[in-house]
């Protein structure tokens, strides 16, 4: 019969084994990944770049440890017999790629980085924990090592009531204005915002979450102790103690381009749906929009003037198989449980379109300036005076026409339309 293994922190019940210490930085949960799997798999986070399927596919064939087992050996492989094949234990992977990777696990220290991440209060996740975002594994090969999360919530929990807002940095007021309000308007449905903290639109969705009160998720493509972009600095603190910061970079790590581009296949499996609100035709956040198209998830677009560069990429996914929304509830509607419908949206209903048939008619036949006999109304609404004149005093009765001596015609008085939609005409 075979003793379990203990947990981190647990004294090992086996005689003559002494008891594994606890590493800061590990969550002590039930079903949390191996000590010696997370060791592995921080340090693969400092050799490896993100979303590396070469690395990927090695780490599903021998796993976290035995992968690093073989990028540290370096003992020269014998020479494999004619017809048995490579001993090249990473056969297919370039010796440059293999170089790499080795150089940068070997100056590694995963125990200082671990320690690193609980200095901040945080923790570095890996699949098998309880935390682990199980919508991370349609990445396949290019699934995360791990994740280093600084925030007080669960990040599994969120993610699975989560929705990106993604868009340019450069954008225009319409954009920020309107990112700000679809993120107000998601937190105070208790979803979950999810972004980038870069400037522009994820900035501002941030911003529209928290305002509410409500919760985001800041996805950084570097380090979660090195905020970036440095202007963002005390909103990504402000994110870090209402929400949640993730990275798949270990602490001190600095961002690139391409994993700008990498980070963004994470923001679309994380989330239930991509709204992208702002985009040209080269733009990072269209690569999530096609990242989250790829893994199934619902792809949306708000649309922008047609005559703007900053929305033409987002015109272009709307041709394609990107629905368009204006808001919150059409947002939850295609991400939410089944029922949750948006409003129905239609013009202002005015006093006159819930007039009878016949009165409308005869309202439509009065000109627009002058009395007129009743007579002469009648003629033009094509029916008898009697049955005119009934009308015009129920008209009258309901103040849409005057009487002038023998002549009527129109009131004056304007009425309002408090039932318009916003923005409406």
Not at 74 to 83: D, I, M, Q, V
Not at 209 to 232: E, S
Not at 259 to 265: A, M, S
């Amino acid at each position: 019969m075979t003793t379990p293994d203990p947990g981190p922190g647990t004294p090992d019940p086996r005689p003559g084994t002494p008891a594994t210490p606890a590493i800061p930085g590990t969550p002590a949960t039930p079903g949390s990944g191996s000590l010696d799997d997370r060791l592995a798999r921080a340090t693969l986070s400092r050799a490896v770049e993100p979303g590396d399927e070469h690395a990927g596919r090695w780490l599903r064939r021998y796993g976290a440890t035995g992968f690093l087992d073989r990028l540290l050996d370096t003992t020269p492989a014998p020479r494999a017999p004619r017809g048995d094949g490579d001993a090249d234990p990473f056969p297919g992977t370039g010796a440059k790629r293999v170089a790499s990777w080795r150089l940068r696990a070997t100056a590694a220290d995963p125990t200082r980085d671990l320690a690193t991440i609980h200095d901040l209060g945080g923790r570095f996740l890996v699949p098998g924990d309880t935390e682990w975002p199980r919508q991370l594994d349609d990445l396949a090969d290019a699934r995360p090592l791990g994740l280093w999360v600084r925030g007080p919530a669960d990040l599994r929990t969120w993610a699975l009531r989560s929705v990106a807002l993604v868009g340019a940095r450069a954008c225009t007021p319409y954009g920020a204005h309107t990112a700000a309000d679809l993120a107000t308007g998601l937190a105070r449905q208790g979803w979950v915002v999810i972004s980038g903290a870069a400037y522009g639109i994820d900035g501002a969705a941030h911003r529209g979450a928290l305002a509410a009160g409500g919760a985001t998720v800041a996805v950084l493509a570097c380090g979660v102790d090195t905020p970036y972009p440095r202007g963002h600095d005390q909103l990504i603190r402000r994110v870090a103690e209402q929400g949640l910061v993730v990275g798949e970079l270990p602490p001190e790590s600095h961002p690139t381009p391409s994993r700008f581009i990498l980070r963004n296949r994470v923001i679309a499996a994380l989330t239930r749906g991509t709204v992208v609100i702002e985009a040209q035709h080269r733009s990072g956040s269209l690569v999530t929009a096609r990242a989250a198209a790829r893994l199934g998830r619902h792809t949306m677009g708000v649309p922008g003037p047609v005559t703007s560069a900053l929305s033409a990429g987002v015109h272009e996914l709307l041709r394609g198989d990107a629905t368009l929304v204006t808001d919150a509830d059409e947002i939850i509607e295609l991400v939410g449980d089944m029922g949750q419908l948006a409003p129905a949206r239609r013009g202002p209903v005015l006093p006159r379109d819930l007039l009878a048939p016949a009165a409308a008619h005869v309202l439509e036949a009065i000109p627009a300036r002058g009395p007129t006999p009743a007579t002469v109304i009648a003629r033009r609404a094509g029916t008898t005076p009697d049955d005119t004149l009934a009308k015009l005093y129920e008209l009258h009765s309901l103040g849409f026409v005057e009487r002038h001596g023998e002549g009527w015609q129109l009131t004056n008085a304007t009425t309002t339309a408090p039932n318009a939609r916003r923005g409406g005409t």
